[in-house]
């Protein structure tokens, strides 16, 4: 089980990421944009508390979450987790765009629940 | 008698002038001066008659002084002059004058004879008493005569006549006066005959003048004739209508030869008829430019000259029975004349001339009718070949205008077209640089035009490069395009905007002659698609967001993580969720042919392996149908050879997945989907074959439109767009390929989609 901080701007999406997640039995700290979850993510490494993977919505006011991904991945302290987006916009530049901000994993919605879930076992794995 | 008006004077005056000369030495000479006086008398009484007679060559006067003379060396009353002309002895003069006509016959006398049998000095004391003089009787008793001195005027052995010294007295002469008048007679006889000796024979003059007046006369007519020519000439050069010149000529030739009627037949080329070209008399003449007749070019008086090549002359050409073909009826005709037109070997016709009465035309005339008629033929020639000339300067001034007109409208099209053309010659010269290519590429049209296109690579701005090499490679090797070569390019210029440009070489014929390039000035456009293209990523994440929530619940509600479901709830959470699915393949679609249409499809080619995208494909759909539960049999039939084709592994597999998708839900249950594929040349043929429901004929030309959908009622009863098919039949055009369907629309008997890749070359 694994600690898990997601940043969704959509509260819906963001309840039925955490509800799913919950539900395969992870921990979930949840953001609503990039800012916050840069913030949150430094917050938890000065506490000694970092999560195992992020999940970053792309689209996402004050911060989006391409750049959220760059500022993560510019701290040594945090590089090393592991990232992925989950995103609407699926056009190969976008996803490309992804990667490229540092991310290990490309996750198109609308997604499945249990597809998510397998997903993020996945990532979590190679890691 | 002497006629010095028929001895070139000149002549005469010379030999005269010798003779003298010559008798004045000599005499100088024998009769030295200082003899006695009476001797220096008679030798001044010389001197001076030779004086006078060298002075003169006039006979009256030679005789008037020479009479005169005599008189004075013998002091005699009377002294008579007498020449022979004609072989008649004739009194030409008597000193002093008597009151009566001179140059009178003298009747012959035995005298005379004597004296020419040995010329010399005759005298008497009483010519009544002369036998000899009888004759002359009447002649000495009208001048009183007594006494007679006889002294013969001679040259040579020749008398040319006699001197008569008459006195009323019997008297002696003295030898002296009679030496003086003896040297002055032969004085005389020289200064006399010098005229006659040179003067021709009468009867040789008179057949000089009649000659003279034979020639005048032909001089004369030749005279009229080259006048006449002359006219004509000067006619037919007076003006190019040939109709009025020839009519102006004919009307001269009718004057000329006193004509009736003149007519000009001309050989048309390829013709074996006359064409009637001009006519000036009694009969019709042709229209303006002539007419064509029935007239064989070999019969009639026109078709002898024809043959025979000369001019030839009729008396009456109704007792000629050669010329009883007349033709046309023309029997009025009675004297002909008629002539060949000839231009060196060419016969271009012939030239008629016709009298209604006959024996009108004389032999003289042909030989000047014929000249008239070689003009007239030069002037025919040459009218045609001005006409030629005429003509095809005419055309060729009307294809000039033409094509100035053309040229004019294709500038001005070019000119106010709203794309910038720019046209270069062979040479990669621009030679054409519109309004639209001044303002879309910012330039001066006196920047550019008539300069190499090579100066200006910074001018245009780098992106531009590939453009202008592709003019250059074009310009300078013939084998770098063909007459199909185009290059479209979409640029970028160094202010941000978008051009684009399509560049053709223009063939004349096989002839390069340069290229012409189209500048669009597609910022606009480009803006559009951009907000286009970001519009539907927009609207289709804004349709992602509430699907995803929709389609994440509806999941976890079935799920049971929200609690136990009845089976209805279930059942109706499976419609929600299918068409929630049905959304999102809608929402792809969408997506996919905005990026088709803006052209922003990235493809990245790479070799594949068709086996293993087929078998995924294969694999998933069977995946689909055990969860649907639906009995399918999927046949794959792919050679493990089979080489890599050319493609995007995505869509490559969207491809493929589409069609057998497409086949798995157009076959019902218990079906066959075969997946195939072979190496035809150089490409790979996939076909998709199902023995589903089939495509009528008239569907399989609509299969690929957008938004078309089947009317079966399986088709309708299968969630989609109507726009899979059209998507990929885009793709596999972006891919190089072609797709197509084959069905003979019957259900059961299936369809077969195929699709070709290129085979992958490695470079």
Redesign the interface.
Known sequence: MAKILIAEDEFDIRNLITFTLRFAGHEIIATSNGAEAVEKTMQMAVEGELPELILLDVRMPRMTGYEACKRIKADERLEHIPIAFLSAKGQESEVREGFEAGAVDYIVKPFAPDQLTSKIEEILKQT | MFDLGTIPLGVALFLAGLVLFALILFLRRVIPPGESNRRSQRLAQINRFLDQIGSTLDLDHLLEVTSQEIAEALSCRLVSMMLYRDAQLMLLHQEPKQGRDLSWPLPDAPLFERLHQSPGIFSTMDVSAEDSLTTLQGFFEESNTQTLLVLPIVTGKDVHGFVFAHSEQARRFSVDEIELARILTNLAAVALQSAPLLAYPSQLTEDLEQRVEERAEQLEQESQRARALLRIMRELSSSLDLDHVLNRTLQLLNDLTDSEQSTILLIRPGEDTFYYRASLGYIDPPPVGGRATELDIYDGLAGWIVIHREGVLVEDLQEDSRWLHLGEGLTDHRSAMGVPLLVGAELLGVMLLFHRQPSRFKPDQIEMVQAAANQIAVSINNAELFSLIREQAERLGSMLRTQQVETSRSRAILEAVADGVLVTDADSRITLFNDSAQRILGLKREQVVGESLESFAGLFGGATQTWMNTIADWSFSSTAHDKGSTYAEQITLDDGRFVAIHLAPVHLNEEFLGTVSIFRDITHQVEVDRLKTEFV?TV??EL??P???????V??LL?G?AGELSEQQSQFLDVVLSN?ERL?VLVNDL?DVS?IDAGKY?LSMQPLRLQELAEAVVDEQMYQAGTEEKSLTIIYDIPSDLPRVRGDEARVRQILANLVNNAYHYTPADGNVSIRARLHGDEVQVDVIDDGIGITQEEQERVFERFYRGEDPMVLATAGTGLGLSIVQQLVDLHGGRIWVESNGVPGEGSTFSFTLPVFIDD
């Open positions: 990523a289709s994440h992602r967001t699907m995803t929530s929709i389609k994440g619940y999941e976890i799920m993580a929630t999102n997506l990026r990235d």
